[in-house]
Nanobody
Framework: QVQLVESGGGLVQAGGSLRLSCAASGSIVSINVMGWYRQAPGKQRELVASVTSGGRTNYPDSVKGRFTISRDNAKNTVYLQMNSLKPEDTAVYYC?????????????WGQGTQVTVSS
């Protein structure tokens, strides 16, 4: 079994910064893609950022230039540095990891962490 544990959410004023962390643990052989998604009330879950094991990153236009994803492969941990936060960034943020374990690749999710940006 694999667990993803997130930390770092909270309340911040517009223009502020937050850093999210997500650590994967359990029966892990390797991790392919790690990423962050978010879901605001009444909206679908959307990709915020992703990073491959080789370090290739992907961002939607809505966060490009403001958010930075990084990972520490030795610690099976992914980070999301969020700068210049806007009220529309308010959402529950979920960590996601595609993990190779037990001979198969499978996607796992964290429990979610609330990010609230006040205007």
């Amino acid at each position: 079994q694999v667990q993803l544990v997130e930390s770092g959410g909270g309340l911040v004023q517009a223009g502020g910064s937050l850093r999210l962390s997500c650590a994967a643990s359990g029966s892990i052989v390797s991790i392919n893609v790690m990423g962050w998604y978010r879901q605001a009330p009444g909206k679908q879950r959307e990709l915020v950022a992703s990073v491959t094991s080789g370090g290739r990153t992907n961002y939607p236009d809505s966060v490009k230039g403001r958010f930075t994803i990084s990972r520490d492969n030795a610690k099976n941990t992914v980070y999301l540095q969020m700068n210049s936060l806007k009220p529309e960034d308010t959402a529950v943020y979920y960590c996601n990891a595609v993990v190779y374990s037990g001979g198969v690749y499978r996607a796992y999710w964290g429990q979610g962490t609330q990010v609230t940006v006040s205007s």
